[in-house]
């Protein structure tokens, strides 16, 4: 089985042994441009590595890498999107497949603003903390918001007895700062690296409009709630102006 790799690599080099801390100044640069180097490892060789200070995460001797995707931060305002995202500060744009992420960065924490794939629906913007300043091993950021979202079946044809279908539910996220150390990848090595785990929980229910009586019900029975569970390891260096590297693990502990 293939397991995704993602490394954000950089043209610099870095020194130093002081304990690490992340601060707003490490995303401070709205024109960056990284490039992920996607790398498809076997199970085996890939994991999270350990947690504590003074670790030394090695990834120098990973293969090659198969793909690459260029990520463009810019300034929000440049975005023909901008309008629809008011409290967002900036815009990340994947040419890989087209997608767009927005955030948002103040001196007190980095929060990622909503992509529109459920509350675009319904007028409104998802914004979760993933970080918050200063940020250090033993640092942990909590944050959660419900979510509520409409969607009307346009397929007037359709024998289906409902119209619409509403979703609620919760989203929680929880950042730990879990190491410190070294991170090594190919060509590369960043001396003063923050290990941060954030958990990623959303509870989702269901409900139909029914087109007789126009009145809402719970849709349980043939749509069943849904409860997604992700873990993402963000690799910051504290010289350095983005994660240096990132991994998702499923539901499972698999790197996806």
Same mark, same amino acid.
């Given at each position: 089985? #293939? ?6 690599? +950089?043209?610099?080099?870095? /020194? ?8 707003? *100044? =490490?995303?401070? =640069? ?15 060789? %890939?994991?999270?590595?350990?947690? &504590?200070? *003074? ?16 990520? /463009? ?17 900036? %815009?990340?744009?994947? @040419? ?10 103040? +001196? ?7 992509? &529109? ?11 979760? #903390?993933?970080? @918050?300043?200063?940020?250090?091993? &033993?640092?942990?950021?909590?944050? +959660? ?8 079946? $346009? $397929?007037? @044809? ?5 119209? @619409? %279908? #509403? ?9 730990? &700062? ?17 290990? %941060? ?34 873990? =993402? ?5 504290? *010289? ?17």
């Amino acid at each position: 089985m #293939r397991y995704l790799f993602t490394l954000m690599l +950089s043209a610099l080099f870095f /020194q130093g042994i002081a304990q690490p801390t992340i601060t707003s *100044n =490490n995303f401070q =640069n709205p024109w960056r441009k990284i490039i992920n180097a996607v790398d498809f490892a076997p199970s085996s060789s %890939v994991t999270p590595g350990s947690n &504590g200070i *003074n670790q030394t995460w090695d990834y120098s001797t990973l293969i090659t890498a198969k793909a690459y995707d260029t990520i /463009q931060h810019s300034p929000i305002h440049v975005d023909p999107d901008f309008a629809s995202y008011p409290e967002a500060t900036g %815009v990340s744009f994947s @040419s890989y497949d087209s997608t767009k992420t927005y955030y948002q960065l103040t +001196s007190t924490g980095l929060y990622f603003i909503d992509e &529109g794939m459920l509350m675009g629906q319904s007028g409104g913007n998802m914004k979760m #903390r993933i970080l @918050s300043f200063p940020f250090t091993y &033993g640092t942990i950021a909590k944050d +959660s918001t419900s979510i509520k979202s409409a969607f009307a079946n $346009d $397929d007037t @044809s359709s024998m289906l007895p409902f119209d @619409s %279908v #509403r979703i609620t539910g919760m989203v929680r996220t929880t950042s730990t &700062g879990v190491g410190s150390g070294t991170l090594k990848v190919p060509g590369l090595t960043f001396p003063k690296t923050v290990k %941060v785990k954030v958990d990623f929980n959303m509870d989702l229910t269901f409900e139909v409009r029914l087109k007789l009586t126009k009145s809402w019900i719970d849709a349980s029975s043939f749509i069943p709630s849904e409860n997604l569970n992700t873990s =993402n390891y963000f690799f910051i260096d504290e *010289n350095h102006q983005d994660f240096v590297m990132t991994m998702t693990l499923d539901t499972l502990g698999a790197i996806s």
